[in-house]
C-alpha cells in the first residue's frame, strides 16, 4: 500500500529544477506529485512519478543526491472538511504527519494527497478501518 517517492537534494542554483525534470522527460518519466523546500542554500524536491526506479537510477548517474521514501497516497473528500476529517483520525491515533502535499490530478470527487507519516503501517490499518481510500502504487503510477 506504500508509494515510493523520489527525494532529490538541490542546490539553490538557477536551472537546478529544470535540469532535473527535463532528464526525467528525457527518459519517459511523468511527474504526477512534487513538492520542494528550501532553505537559503538548497532544497528537498519531492516527486512521485510513474517510474520511481528508473528515476531513481537516471537521476544518480545524473549527479544528483537522491533517495527513495515510502509514502502513503490516500483520496479525500474534495469538499470543506475533507482533509480534516483524515487528518483527525490520524491525530486520534497519535500519528504525526512529517509533511504532506497534493496531487495534480483527481479521482472523480476526490482530491488526492501525499502523506508521509510517523507509524506508517499502523497508519494504513487506522486509515482503511475509517474508510479512507488508499491508493495502490500501480494506480498512482498510472495517474
Known amino acids: ?20 525534470t527535463g532528464i526525467l ?10 513538492s520542494i523546500a528550501d532553505t537559503t542554500d538548497f532544497g528537498i524536491l519531492r516527486l512521485i512519478v510513474n517510474k520511481p526506479d528508473l528515476a531513481l537510477q537516471v537521476l544518480k548517474e545524473s549527479g544528483f ?4 521514501t515510502d509514502v502513503i497516497a490516500i483520496a ?3 469538499k470543506p472538511g475533507g482533509l480534516a476529517k483524515v487528518l483527525e483520525i490520524l491525530y486520534k491515533k497519535d500519528i504525526g504527519i ?15 494527497v501525499i502523506l508521509k507519516v510517523e507509524k ?19 494506480e498512482v503510477y498510472a495517474l
Request: charged content about 30%; aromatic content about 8%; hydrophobic content about 45%.
Open 65 to 68: 543526491t537522491v533517495s527513495a
Open 98 to 112: 512529517e509533511y504532506m502535499y497534493a496531487f495534480v490530478g483527481k479521482l472523480s470527487d476526490q482530491a488526492l
Open 120 to 138: 506508517a503501517d499502523e497508519a494504513i490499518e487506522v486509515l482503511k478501518e475509517n474508510n479512507v481510500k488508499i491508493l495502490p502504487a500501480e
Open 76 to 78: 479525500v473528500e474534495d
Open 25 to 34: 522527460g528525457k527518459h519517459d518519466i511523468d511527474i504526477s506529485a512534487l
Open 1 to 20: 500500500m506504500f508509494v515510493k517517492q523520489i527525494s532529490v537534494f538541490l542546490e539553490n542554483k538557477s536551472g537546478r529544477l529544470a535540469e532535473v
